[in-house]
């Protein structure tokens, strides 16, 4: 993370919630103004920012819009979107080092979400099929 050449948005440094949350910052809205301008709950933009949910299509080109940033930037962090922010040291290995941290426990976290869906389902069918017989 202290290369002079990372792209602070991109897909290896941030996830699609990162880069909405950072454009809504940067268009100084707070998550209430841009979900009421979505016509969504607030707790709805909370699951995108927080990289729980995303959006349906409709609903990306709206955020896309309000934000000024493309869709293509949003999703993968290549395209019409912002620039790394200026006021930030990244040469500060502490909070390179808590960042890495965190996208380690977020991937740890989704892969254990997908691991308790896949024996949901098995646990489902088992129950089907026990009630079946």
Do not use: Y
């Not at 949350?21 to 301008?37: C, F, G, N, P, W």
């Not at 869709?71 to 502490?94: K, N, Q, R």
Request: aromatic residues 4%; negative net charge; charged residues 25%.
């Amino acid at each position: 993370m202290s290369d002079e050449t990372t792209d602070w948005f991109g897909p290896e440094a941030a996830t699609f919630g990162d880069r909405v949350a950072a454009a809504r910052e940067a268009a100084d809205m707070t998550q209430a103004q841009l979900a009421r301008r979505l016509g969504i709950k607030k707790s709805t933009l909370m699951g995108w920012e927080q990289d729980l949910s995303e959006p349906r299509a409709n609903k990306l080109s709206m955020v896309s819009g309000l934000l000024n940033v493309s869709m293509s930037w949003l999703l993968t962090g290549e395209g019409e979107g912002m620039s790394e922010p200026a006021d930030v040291d990244l040469a500060v290995g502490d909070f390179a080092g808590v960042l890495n941290e965190l996208r380690a426990l977020r991937n740890e976290m989704r892969s254990n979400a997908e691991r308790a869906a896949r024996l949901e389902k098995k646990l489902r069918t088992l129950v089907q099929s026990a009630a079946s017989t």
